[in-house]
């Protein structure tokens, strides 16, 4: 082989790689360029629906509001409901103690007993009248 046909093959090879290089290039450049246009699409996107953020915002917002407001009105309803179990427990004290009162003035009842208890019975709560009611023995008492 003579030496202008090494050199045109070599001139070859090199034109070739030259071209594998451009091309490959051009490849990459297309890509970035694929690659930066999706990215502004996403952002485009993303600003588009950052308008809704203010909106949920402003509703999360007014859920912490009614969510503390139930929060005060559970609390408040639950100190009602102390209040009225500690005026429950008095009147029921007052209740007993009227009994045990009755029981040391009828000496019928002996208080001095080891099985002595005054006679609570639990009351109706929708019976506030003091009529005589019939009790499982026939007999009759005051409500």
Same mark, same amino acid.
């Given at each position: ?29 297309? @890509? ?16 588009? #629906? ?32 102390? @209040?009225?179990? @500690? ?24 208080? @001095? ?12 709560? #929708? ?10 023995? #026939? #007999?009759?008492?005051?409500?």
């Amino acid at each position: 082989m003579s030496a202008a046909a090494l050199l045109l093959i070599l001139l070859l090879f090199v034109i070739i790689v030259a071209v594998v290089v451009v091309v490959a290039l051009m490849l990459t450049r297309r @890509q970035e360029q694929q690659r930066t246009d999706r990215a502004r699409g996403l952002r485009q996107e993303a600003t588009a #629906g950052a308008a809704a953020i203010p909106e949920a915002q402003v509703r999360a917002r007014e859920a912490e509001v009614e969510a503390e407001r139930a929060r005060l009105e559970a609390q408040r309803a639950e100190e009602t409901a102390a @209040q009225a179990q @500690q005026g429950l427990s008095a009147e029921e004290a007052t209740y007993e103690d009227r009994v045990r009162e009755a029981d040391r003035l009828d000496p019928s009842v002996d208080q @001095q007993a080891d099985d002595y208890a005054p006679e609570t019975t639990e009351i109706d709560p #929708g019976r506030t009248s003091t009529e005589p009611t019939q009790d499982d023995q #026939g #007999g009759s008492h005051r409500a």
